[in-house]
């Protein structure tokens, strides 16, 4: 059975579809429960690692550093609970990184607007023309903040195998087909689609090793091998690549590594000027 990614521009509608597709299946569901976990085992606030997908680094939020670091956090949690199989998946931008896997079926579910703006009229006090004005905001924001972070719009219907609207359609109903189509043989597990999945989680892996030491790097992983990109000045290249492999290596399941460095032409250039 397929992995199930749903994404919903309300975060609720979300979690409500995503719990029952789960139950229904026998599947676990993952949300941002997940950022307990994850904040726990890197000393991280969840409150911090919330603003991580919901906001764009800043000066007065999460630094921009930080912010790729808490991203690779989720990320690897996500991964290593994806890889398992068996699990609806909601609230944590899994579709914009899990991408070219054939047995992940990924949801886009659009909440009925009327009902939307009612609630934020309700929560916030807003009049219906400052809702109105809300509900494009957060659009606009979300759709800045995937292609700013992972160069995808996600609000685009084409990253998506199906798009729901709830102003047609009950959730119930659309639970009873992301069922129906989940259970179609194109997403079922093969052994290709499998592997995507396992070198994506040991890619993340690698990924949060050397973050904290090289947070330029670029880590792909195939089987064993992990294959790493990063830039260097040439006199720190050789002290760069040791390190990398070094830390690569350390992690359960690299059997070969290979460091692939460019020139940093931008710190080799500000130095020449010194």
């Known amino acids: 059975m397929a992995v199930i990614i749903i994404s919903s521009n309300s975060l609720p509608k979300a979690a409500q579809i995503a719990a029952e597709t789960a139950k229904a299946l026998n599947y676990r569901c993952l949300g941002r429960e997940l950022l307990r976990k994850v904040g726990e085992k890197y000393g991280v606030s969840e409150e911090r690692l919330h603003k991580t997908l919901d906001e764009l680094p800043s000066l007065l939020g999460v630094s921009a550093r930080a912010h790729a670091l808490y991203l690779a956090y989720i990320e690897e949690a996500v991964l290593a609970r994806l ?21 992940v079926l990924k949801v886009r579910v659009l909440a009925d607007s009327r009902e939307f703006m009612n609630e934020i009229m ?40 199906l798009v729901i609207n709830l102003s047609r359609i009950v959730p119930e109903e659309a639970v009873r087909m992301i069922i129906e189509i989940s259970s179609h043989p194109k997403y079922k597990p093969m052994t290709y689609s499998v592997k995507c999945v396992n070198d994506m989680e040991l890619a993340s892996r690698v990924r949060v090793a050397l973050l904290d030491h090289f947070p330029d790097v670029v880590v792909q992983a195939d089987g064993v091998t992990v294959v790493i990109e990063t830039a260097a000045v040439p006199r720190e290249k050789e002290m760069r690549v040791e390190a990398i492999e070094k830390l690569a290596r350390s992690v359960p399941g690299v059997g070969h590594v290979e460091v692939h460095v460019a020139n940093d032409i931008i710190r080799q250039a500000a130095e020449s000027f010194r």
């Open 122 to 161: 309700e929560e916030r006090r807003f009049s219906p023309e400052r809702a109105a004005k809300e509900l494009e905001r957060e659009e606009a924001i979300r759709k800045r903040w995937s292609l700013d972070i992972y160069r995808v719009d996600e609000t685009s219907p084409s990253l998506y195998d």
């Open 83 to 103: 890889s398992k199989g068996k699990v609806v998946c909601h609230g944590l931008a899994a579709q914009l990184y899990v991408r070219g896997v054939s047995h």
